[in-house]
C-alpha cells in the first residue's frame, strides 16, 4: 500500500529520534523502505508507523537499521590515517602500556581489521585490542565472517595484502593472528544509554563517514561521548570529509602524515609525531610578482567590514573584550589591515586557543603568515580552514596564489580551479570580511586572470 506524505514524515521523524539519521544525504528513498517494510509486516504504513512509535520489537529494529544504513568500506581506505594511526599508536601505547581501539560505525570489518594490520608489535605486549562497533547487525555478520571478495581490497597494497590474508580462491580471510586482535559488537552509537562509550575507555577512536548521516545535535552528542570514552591525549580519527567544526571544543586539530585527525584535551601532543606539520613542503618563494600582498587586500576588506559595524551595530566597534571569538576576529581583520601582523597573528592565536576549529581564524592566520613571510606555516594554515570548511573558498585561492609564487603551477591551478567552484557560493558575510575588499565577480576575475597566468583554462 502507497505511504502519504504525512505517514513518510512520520516515520522519518521516528527515525531519526531513534538513529539519529539526518537523511540530508539523499541517499535514502525512505518512502520505498517504509512501503516495503509495512508490506513485510503485512499491515498498512500507518498502522506500522505508529507499532514503530509504541516500541519497536528488536527484529524490526535490526531490519531498518540494515535498510536505511549505507555500509561502504573497504580495506586501508585513506592509507595516510592508517599511517598515521600506527605511529600514534606506538607512542600512546608505549607510554600508557595499553592500548585499546575502538573502530565506531566499522560496517563490515574492513577498517577494524584494517587497523589491528597496522598495530605495532610491542602491542602484544600491551593486550592491544581493536573493538568493531555498528549498528547494522549483517554487517557485523560480515566481519565476523571476516572472508571478503577481491573488491574489499581495491586498495590495499600487494605487501599487505600478503601479510593479512589467507586467500581461497578469489576469497581473501583474514588472518587467525589479526582475528584474535578484534571483536565485533553491535551498538547504537547515537543512544546515550548504549553502554560502550564509558569514560576513558579507548586510547584511540576511528569513526569515519558516519557523522555526516546524523543531525548536527545528534553528531554533537556522540562526539562529546567520544571524547569523555577516551583518555586525556588520545586521539580521534574521522572521515576525510569530515569535521569537529561548531561540534565541541573538547579537541585540538593535528594534522601529520598528510592526514587531519583529533586530540582530545587535557594531555601535551605525543612529540614523536603528533606535532602539527604542513602536508606541503615549500620551495624558497620567489619575490611576489605584484606589489599587493594579500595583507593589503584584507586591508581594504577590514575598511569595509569597520564601515559596516559602525553604521550598522555601534556595539560591535567599540572596544570588545577579547574573550568574544567574534571580537577577536574582527580585531585581527583590522590590525592586519594596520599592518601589525604580530598583534593580528596574537589576536589569531588567542581565537584559536578559544576554538582551534575556526576556519575563519585559520585563514586570516595564513595572511598573517604569509606577510611576515614565513609560507610554509601560511599554506599550513590554508589547508587547515580549507579542510575545516569545505566551502570556503579564500584559503583555495589564497593557497593557489601562494602556490603560483612557489612556482608549483600544478598546485596553482588545482587550487584555484577549486576557489572558482566555490566562489559564486561563498558567504557573502564572509566575502566582505576576507575578500579583501573586492566583490564576489572580482574575486572570480582574479581568479581567472590567475589560473590563466598559471597555464589553465578559465
Ligand atoms: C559508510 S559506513 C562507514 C564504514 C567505515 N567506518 C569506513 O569509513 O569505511 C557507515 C556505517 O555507520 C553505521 N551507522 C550509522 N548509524 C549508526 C548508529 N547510530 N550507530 C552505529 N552505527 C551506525 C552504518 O551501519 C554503517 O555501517
Same mark, same amino acid.
Given at each position: *500500500?502507497?505511504?502519504?506524505?504525512?505517514?513518510?514524515? !512520520?516515520?522519518?521523524?521516528?527515525?531519526?529520534?531513534?538513529?539519529?539519521?539526518?537523511?540530508?544525504?539523499?541517499?535514502?528513498?525512505?518512502?520505498? &523502505?517504509?512501503?516495503?517494510?509495512?508490506?513485510?509486516?503485512?499491515?498498512?504504513?500507518?498502522?506500522?508507523?505508529?507499532?514503530?512509535?509504541?516500541?519497536?520489537?528488536?527484529?524490526?529494529? !535490526?531490519?531498518?537499521?540494515?535498510?536505511?544504513?549505507?555500509?561502504?568500506?573497504?580495506?586501508?581506505?585513506?592509507?595516510?590515517?592508517?599511517?598515521?594511526?600506527?605511529?600514534?599508536?606506538?607512542?600512546?601505547?608505549?607510554?600508557?602500556?595499553?592500548?585499546?581501539?575502538?573502530?565506531?560505525?566499522? %560496517?563490515?570489518?574492513?577498517?577494524?581489521?584494517?587497523?589491528?594490520? *597496522?598495530?605495532?608489535?610491542?602491542?602484544?605486549?600491551?593486550?592491544?585490542?581493536?573493538? #568493531?562497533?555498528?549498528?547494522?547487525?549483517?554487517?557485523?555478520?560480515?566481519?565476523?565472517?571476516?572472508?571478503?571478495?577481491?573488491?574489499?581490497?581495491?586498495?590495499?597494497?600487494?605487501?599487505?595484502?600478503?601479510?593479512?590474508?589467507?586467500? %581461497? #580462491?578469489?576469497?581473501?580471510?583474514?588472518?587467525?593472528?589479526?582475528?584474535? !586482535?578484534?571483536?565485533?559488537?553491535?551498538?547504537?552509537?547515537?543512544? $546515550?544509554?548504549?553502554?560502550?562509550?564509558?569514560?576513558?575507555?579507548?586510547?584511540?577512536?576511528?569513526?569515519?563517514?558516519?557523522?555526516?548521516?546524523?543531525?548536527?545535535?545528534?553528531?554533537?552528542?556522540?562526539?562529546?561521548?567520544?571524547?569523555?570514552?577516551?583518555?586525556? #591525549?588520545?586521539?580521534?580519527?574521522?572521515?576525510?570529509?569530515?569535521?569537529?567544526?561548531?561540534?565541541?571544543?573538547?579537541?585540538?586539530?593535528?594534522?601529520?602524515?598528510?592526514?587531519?585527525?583529533?586530540?582530545?584535551?587535557?594531555?601535551?601532543?605525543?612529540?614523536?609525531?603528533?606535532?602539527?606539520?604542513?602536508?606541503?613542503?615549500?620551495?624558497?618563494?620567489?619575490?611576489?610578482?605584484?606589489?599587493?600582498?594579500? &595583507?593589503?587586500?584584507?586591508?581594504?576588506?577590514?575598511?569595509?567590514?569597520?564601515?559596516?559595524?559602525?553604521?550598522?551595530?555601534?556595539?560591535?566597534?567599540? $572596544?570588545?573584550?577579547?574573550?568574544?571569538?567574534?571580537?577577536?576576529?574582527?580585531?585581527? &581583520?583590522?590590525?592586519?589591515?594596520?599592518?601589525?601582523?604580530?598583534?593580528?597573528?596574537?589576536?589569531?592565536?588567542?581565537?584559536?586557543?578559544?576554538?582551534?576549529?575556526?576556519?575563519?581564524?585559520?585563514?586570516?592566520?595564513?595572511?598573517?603568515?604569509?606577510?611576515?613571510?614565513?609560507?610554509?606555516?601560511?599554506?599550513?594554515?590554508?589547508?587547515?580552514?580549507?579542510?575545516?570548511?569545505?566551502?570556503?573558498?579564500?584559503?583555495?585561492?589564497?593557497?593557489?596564489?601562494?602556490?603560483?609564487?612557489?612556482?608549483?603551477?600544478?598546485?596553482?591551478?588545482?587550487?584555484?580551479?577549486?576557489?572558482?567552484?566555490?566562489?559564486?557560493?561563498?558567504?557573502?558575510?564572509?566575502?566582505?570580511?576576507?575578500?579583501?575588499?573586492?566583490?564576489?565577480?572580482?574575486?572570480?576575475?582574479?581568479?581567472?586572470?590567475?589560473?590563466?597566468?598559471?597555464?589553465?583554462?578559465?
Amino acid at each position: *500500500m502507497r505511504a502519504n506524505e504525512s505517514v513518510v514524515r !512520520r516515520f522519518k521523524r521516528w527515525s531519526t529520534e531513534t538513529f539519529g539519521f539526518s537523511f540530508e544525504t539523499g541517499t535514502t528513498n525512505l518512502t520505498a &523502505v517504509l512501503e516495503s517494510h509495512a508490506a513485510a509486516a503485512r499491515t498498512d504504513p500507518l498502522t506500522y508507523v505508529e507499532r514503530l512509535e509504541g516500541g519497536a520489537p528488536v527484529s524490526e529494529l !535490526r531490519a531498518l537499521a540494515h535498510a536505511l544504513t549505507v555500509t561502504e568500506t573497504y580495506f586501508f581506505r585513506h592509507r595516510e590515517q592508517f599511517t598515521a594511526f600506527a605511529d600514534l599508536a606506538t607512542a600512546l601505547g608505549a607510554e600508557r602500556s595499553r592500548l585499546r581501539v575502538l573502530s565506531a560505525a566499522c %560496517a563490515s570489518g574492513e577498517e577494524t581489521y584494517s587497523l589491528a594490520a *597496522m598495530l605495532p608489535p610491542a602491542s602484544a605486549a600491551w593486550g592491544a585490542h581493536v573493538l #568493531g562497533a555498528d549498528l547494522n547487525l549483517q554487517a557485523l555478520q560480515k566481519a565476523r565472517l571476516a572472508s571478503y571478495s577481491v573488491w574489499s581490497l581495491r586498495d590495499t597494497p600487494a605487501e599487505l595484502r600478503d601479510l593479512c590474508f589467507e586467500r %581461497a #580462491g578469489d576469497t581473501f580471510r583474514v588472518r587467525p593472528d589479526l582475528r584474535a !586482535r578484534v571483536t565485533f559488537e553491535e551498538h547504537n552509537l547515537v543512544d $546515550p544509554d548504549d553502554r560502550l562509550l564509558t569514560p576513558e575507555r579507548f586510547e584511540i577512536v576511528f569513526c569515519r563517514n558516519m557523522l555526516m548521516y546524523l543531525t548536527r545535535d545528534r553528531a554533537s552528542d556522540l562526539v562529546r561521548r567520544f571524547a569523555k570514552s577516551l583518555v586525556p #591525549g588520545g586521539y580521534l580519527f574521522l572521515g576525510h570529509a569530515e569535521t569537529l567544526r561548531g561540534l565541541t571544543n573538547d579537541f585540538d586539530l593535528l594534522h601529520t602524515h598528510g592526514t587531519f585527525y583529533y586530540q582530545r584535551r587535557g594531555a601535551l601532543a605525543h612529540p614523536v609525531t603528533a606535532q602539527p606539520r604542513p602536508a606541503v613542503a615549500t620551495p624558497a618563494a620567489p619575490p611576489l610578482a605584484t606589489e599587493e600582498t594579500w &595583507v593589503d587586500a584584507i586591508g581594504r576588506a577590514s575598511e569595509r567590514v569597520r564601515s559596516l559595524t559602525h553604521a550598522r551595530a555601534p556595539e560591535l566597534a567599540a $572596544p570588545s573584550p577579547r574573550v568574544d571569538p567574534e571580537a577577536l576576529l574582527l580585531e585581527a &581583520v583590522e590590525l592586519t589591515h594596520q599592518g601589525d601582523v604580530d598583534a593580528a597573528r596574537e589576536r589569531c592565536r588567542a581565537l584559536l586557543d578559544l576554538d582551534g576549529l575556526n576556519a575563519g581564524a585559520h585563514y586570516l592566520s595564513a595572511v598573517c603568515d604569509e606577510a611576515a613571510g614565513d609560507l610554509r606555516a601560511a599554506e599550513s594554515h590554508d589547508q587547515t580552514a580549507a579542510y575545516l570548511d569545505a566551502s570556503f573558498a579564500m584559503p583555495r585561492l589564497h593557497l593557489g596564489l601562494l602556490a603560483r609564487r612557489a612556482g608549483r603551477l600544478g598546485d596553482a591551478r588545482r587550487e584555484l580551479e577549486q576557489a572558482l567552484v566555490l566562489l559564486p557560493h561563498e558567504e557573502p558575510a564572509r566575502l566582505v570580511l576576507f575578500g579583501g575588499g573586492f566583490a564576489r565577480q572580482q574575486l572570480v576575475d582574479l581568479c581567472r586572470a590567475e589560473l590563466k597566468a598559471c597555464g589553465g583554462s578559465a
